[in-house]
């Protein structure tokens, strides 16, 4: 850990604070108008085009958590009339959000959980689906919550019980039926809309609601119920490989968690994802349109009135066994905006007791240095530290 808070150190001496702008130039009321007659005014079979081939269309997850907002967000930041509309669209969740992008030819990009794909290829559910889809950007992390009665201490008391992983086309259920074959427990699933499943909750029909959102999720911050507490989630060597360890507190949650009791859980990975276009299509340079107006105005997003998860969210953070977007890929490259792996091999580099080269490390203890990073990329999100804030500063729009 003592060589962890070096990091942390060096790392807050490296960021700085990205000052928050707001602009209004103010629009004439006559020219207001004339841009609704504008809405209204289609024209020939050439602007209707026009109009479709900028307009990018984004599925998100239902209501009350991270997804619906970062959406809503998006759509708010990048719009530029004629040229680029996002509009953002509820979804029912991870699993049937890759489905849509790969199916429904009105979706261009979809927000999902990482762990989703692993799941659906090991189980044979759909089998190379991974050539199918590009990434975008890895955005914020989402933390699984356990909401269950206080006699409820730990995972393992869950085994037997009866247990509300949402339903089988969300993130949630995916992850919850991971965590708990990894770590050999066995409760008895039942699957319920989140609203519902805390309605049982609290009547004592079920034991336990798993809800894996961005903190702070809204169906939860609602609950009142001396009763109730969050179990927390030990961030066991089985749970390493796909997640990221994480802690509920009082400010996010502060009907259920006192000051003084933080409460450890893990967090996945969500993705911005698209359907592998061929590089010659409309639905690539429509992508593409996105990509330039996204990445170029992402400072702004980290920044109120946004989603306080977008400071968490690196557009160079790398996605292990996913394929980026190329252009996405190409844009970075550009603007020399390194992978997060580059950030932290710079920074260790630099510690006075990093005697050793990244390399020697790696080679002498692979095992801890893994750790190390992956603790290094949960302190980074938490403290907001995405290094690429620096470089795209200077970023200008470009046309594709």
Do not use: C
């Not at 990445?295 to 980290?302: E, N, R, V």
Request: aromatic letters at 8%; a negative charge.
């Amino acid at each position: 850990m003592q060589r962890f808070r070096g990091l942390a150190l060096v790392a807050a001496i490296l960021t700085f604070a990205l000052p928050a702008r707001a602009e209004d130039a103010g629009i004439d009321p006559a020219d207001a108008v004339q841009r609704l007659r504008d809405i209204f005014t289609y024209g020939s079979t050439d602007s209707k085009t026009a109009l479709n081939a900028a307009t990018v269309t984004m599925i998100s997850d239902p209501p009350g958590g991270a997804s619906a907002q970062f959406g809503a967000d998006l759509a708010a930041a990048l719009d530029d009339g004629n040229r680029l509309r996002v509009l953002p669209v509820v979804g029912r969740g991870s699993v049937q959000n890759i489905a849509d992008i790969l199916f429904l030819q009105s979706v261009d990009l979809g927000i999902v959980q990482a762990d989703t794909l692993d799941y659906l290829e090991k189980n044979g559910i759909a089998r190379g689906i991974r050539k199918q889809l590009t990434y975008v950007a890895k955005l914020y992390n989402e933390e699984m919550h356990v909401i269950a009665p206080k006699a409820i201490r730990g995972l393992s008391d869950l085994d037997g019980k009866t247990v509300s992983v949402d339903l089988p086309n969300g993130g949630t259920f995916i992850t919850a039926l991971a965590v708990f074959e990894r770590l050999g427990i066995k409760p008895k699933f039942i699957y319920a809309e989140q609203r519902v499943a805390l309605d049982k909750l609290r009547s004592g029909e079920i034991d336990a609601v798993i809800v894996v959102q961005g903190k702070p999720s809204s169906i939860i911050g609602d609950i009142r119920d001396e009763r109730l507490h969050f179990v927390p989630v030990d961030f066991s060597k089985p749970l390493q490989e796909d997640y990221l360890p994480a802690s509920l507190t009082a400010k996010d949650y502060p009907n259920l968690i006192s000051d003084q009791e933080p409460v450890d859980t893990i967090t996945v990975p969500t993705v911005l994802a698209a359907y592998n276009w061929p590089s010659d299509s409309v639905r690539y340079r429509k992508l593409a349109l996105f990509v330039d107006s996204f990445f170029s105005k992402f400072p702004a997003l980290q920044n109120p009135p946004f989603h306080p998860k977008w400071k968490e969210v690196s557009l160079s953070a790398p996605l292990s066994d996913w394929q980026r977007f190329a252009y996405a890929e190409q844009w970075l490259d550009q603007h020399g905006i390194g992978p997060a792996t580059q950030r932290f091999d710079d920074i260790l580099r630099q510690l006075p007791a990093a005697s050793k080269s990244p390399a020697d490390a790696e080679r002498s203890d692979t095992t801890d240095r893994e750790i190390l990073f992956k603790q290094f990329k949960a302190w980074q999100a938490e403290h907001n530290l995405p290094a690429e804030r620096n470089a795209q500063a200077q970023v200008r729009t470009r046309k594709p």
